[in-house]
């Protein structure tokens, strides 16, 4: 039997993560016109701030029992109550990753503690198999906060995307943005192709 397994564990991207950058209460992630006619496999990990995690995780297989596990883990402890009232901003302007072909990952966070996750397998000459919801049970971080109502609003956040980004692109684009405090996301695809 071919068999890949792809484990990532635990990755952590530290940027402009320094006291003094938090203690001016902002931090900003921005793409300016970046990327423009990618073509094959493209992943990007962009943040500001502290203790964010970003994976961009990709796997390939072929064969008459092609077979991929992608396992991706990310913990962090509770975020710093002077860490929830941060301005923070996430933004891709311009032409960023039009016109592009082929497999694209973007993970773009500002902020504290923000945990993203791009996946994508493709199986060539695969078996069937069910498909389950345990990709999105990956990221686990627990929150200082009560994310209900009565939880209190501070920091401003913005996150934008310019209209002209990603236009006339095509394969696969994965993209999270964040802004803020706590957010977890998670883009899982894949894809099996059988004889």
């Given at each position: 039997m071919n068999s890949s397994n792809l484990v990532i564990a635990?990755?952590?991207g530290l940027l402009l993560g320094?006291?003094?950058?938090l203690g001016e209460m902002a931090v900003n992630a921005d793409i300016q016109s970046s990327g423009k006619g990618y073509s094959g496999?493209?992943?990007i990990n962009q943040a500001a701030g502290t203790d964010q995690q970003q994976v961009n995780a990709r796997a390939l297989a072929i064969g008459d029992r092609a077979e991929i596990r992608i396992k991706v883990e990310q913990t962090r402890d509770i975020i710093a109550e002077?860490?929830?009232l941060l301005d923070a901003s996430a933004q891709i302007r311009g032409d960023s990753f039009s016109q592009g072909n082929g497999v694209l990952g973007v993970n773009?966070?500002?902020g504290s503690g923000n945990q993203q996750i791009n996946a994508f397998r493709i199986e060539f000459g695969s078996m069937p198999e069910s498909l389950d919801d345990g990709g999105l049970a990956q990221s686990v971080a627990p929150s200082s906060i009560n994310s209900g109502a009565e939880a209190p609003q501070s920091g401003r956040r913005v996150i934008?995307?310019?209209d002209q980004a990603f236009a006339d692109s095509r394969g696969v684009v994965q993209l999270n943005q964040s802004a803020g405090a706590g957010n977890r996301m998670v883009n899982s695809l894949g894809i099996r192709i059988m004889d």
């Open positions: 635990v990755a952590v320094s006291a003094a950058a496999v493209v992943m002077e860490h929830l773009q966070s500002a934008s995307i310019d």
